[in-house]
């Protein structure tokens, strides 16, 4: 016998980094729902994609999960999205999975593209001088420009980084450091991007370095996240 199954799917515009506002806006679409057996939260729908783990994160106990559940059982259907969660001094990115009757299912995201925080530490040093110090990553952001037909400009990613652990004085400017971006780029790697997306990220062409920050250009790894959207 065939299995019919609906499902809703649930495209909002969230506050950012507003719990409250987004669940408060969400109760109103959801109780406006008819009958249905699946209802699709957006990723990240109580902060959208902001990267303050530390200060947004909260337990399986909090009220994220508490709404949830209450939201399972007065709709009579089974809830998913994700939102950021702390466990043993760890934060995830976690998908949740919450049935009618209170059970919990979840899924940790593996491959993230970790803007901010602790995530990110880059060897550094200038090349050939023999420095270990590690250069600590506060946020990578990019400019994405949008595709003209088969064209696109050129996209920007700039590479945020903590003064204190770069010293200009005695290392000289990032962008002449052949070690920081080879590093950046086996991160972005290993954090689950393509490598011929990032094959191509290098220094801009007018080498800009700012106060805690440098550029890179970066068109491929543009590209594909055009493809994602």
Sequence with gaps: MPFEMNITLVQAELHWEDRESNLAMLDTVLDAIGETDLIVLPEMFTTAFSTRSKSLGESMQGPTVQWMK????????????????????????????????GGISYYDKRHLFRMAGDSLWVPGGKEGKG????????????????????????DDLCIGFEKETWDVEKQGLIYTDTLFIADLKAFLINAGFPEDAVDDICYSEQGMQGEGYVSCDAESFGKFLWELM
């Design 70 to 101: 209450q939201k399972a059982k007065a709709n009579d259907a089974t809830i998913t999205g994700s939102a950021i969660i702390t466990e043993n001094g760890s934060y995830f990115n976690r998908m949740l999975w919450v049935s009618p009757d």
């Design 131 to 154: 420095s270990t110090s590690p250069v600590r990553i506060t946020e990578i952001t990019i400019h994405l420009n949008e595709p003209d037909g088969d064209e696109a400009d050129m």
